[in-house]
Structure formats: C-alpha cells, structure tokens
C-alpha cells in the first residue's frame, strides 16, 4: 500500500525511515535526529550493570562496589566537574587456550562505570580507594560544618 494516498506527505516519511532506522540516506540528516547516541547507550549499560551500596558516616560517604577478579589497574577512580565522582573500568575476558571451549558464560565482561553527584560538603581532596577481596571501597571524607558567623559589633560615633 502506498502510504502517500493515506495523505502523508514526504517529511513524515522521511522522519519515519529516520526512525525505522531504514533510510539510505548516511549524510548528516541522521545525525540531527534527536535519538541517543551508541556511545550513550554503551554508558547506561555500563552504569546498570554495575551496582553500588552508599554510606553516610559522621565524618565520610562510602561507596561500596563488587569487582571479584579485578587488578587496581582495571580500575579507575576519578573526581569530574568538582562534585562527580565516577568510577570505570573494564572486565577482559580470558584469552582462550588451545584445546578449551567454553560451555557457559555468565560472568559480565566489557566496560563498568557509575557517576555519583557528590554532595556540598564532600572533601574532593581527601579521596581514597581500596580494593580487597573483590570490593572496592571509596571514602570521601566531609568537610567540617562551617563556623556560625559572630554577629560583628559597629560602634556608632557621636558627631
């Protein structure tokens, strides 16, 4: 069926072909298309498949992540745009040997990364990280709570 006789006119189609991803068309008009991008997509993978526990302390937040297997150099803790905290990664699969096949495969391999938005009182410079046992932890300790100001006495001269 001819879908112009049911009155769609050619920019309904174009942006119908846009959206079925069917257009031949490779130039820029795809690019304007307000659809997320691979590398977004990638990202929110990444940042579901990797859970996190976040604890207040008094005098810190801690966040708790599982990474059975990983070595500190597949693991990468960073503080952006001075309230972000992100932490990434990627998980390899082993290389295969000669002779072995695998039967299943259920442990996660590729890129991890999570973003936490840190609060006002987060002391980015007093950041530490430790991997043990398969867990890594991340301390950020908070800054003291600022002094009340001191109401300041003006002496009123007579003249």
Do not use: W
């Not at 879908?3 to 942006?15: F, I, K, N, S």
């Not at 820029?28 to 659809?35: E, G, I, L, M, V």
């Not at 059975?68 to 001075?82: A, F, N, T």
């Not at 800054?143 to 300041?152: N, S, T, V, W």
Request: aromatic share 4%; with cysteine; hydrophobic share 40%.
């Amino acid at each position: 069926m001819d879908l112009r006789l049911m009155g769609l006119d050619a920019p309904v189609l174009h942006a119908l072909h846009q959206m079925m991803d069917l257009s031949d068309d490779t130039s820029s008009d795809k690019a304007s298309f307000n659809a997320p991008t691979r590398c977004y997509v990638r990202d929110a993978k990444a940042m579901a498949s990797t859970p996190a526990d976040v604890k207040e302390h008094p005098n810190s937040y801690v966040f708790v992540i599982d990474m059975p297997g990983l070595k500190s150099g597949d693991i990468k803790v960073q503080v952006e745009d001075d309230n972000v905290l992100v932490i990434s990664g990627e998980r390899k699969r082993e290389e295969e040997k000669e002779g072995v096949k695998y039967l299943r495969m259920e442990r996660r391999v590729g890129k991890f990364m999570r973003k936490f938005v840190l609060p006002e009182n987060a002391n980015i410079d007093a950041v530490s990280a430790v991997c043990q046992d398969g867990v890594l932890t991340v301390s950020v300790e908070k800054l003291p709570p600022p002094q009340p100001k001191k109401p300041r006495t003006i002496e009123v001269k007579i003249a």
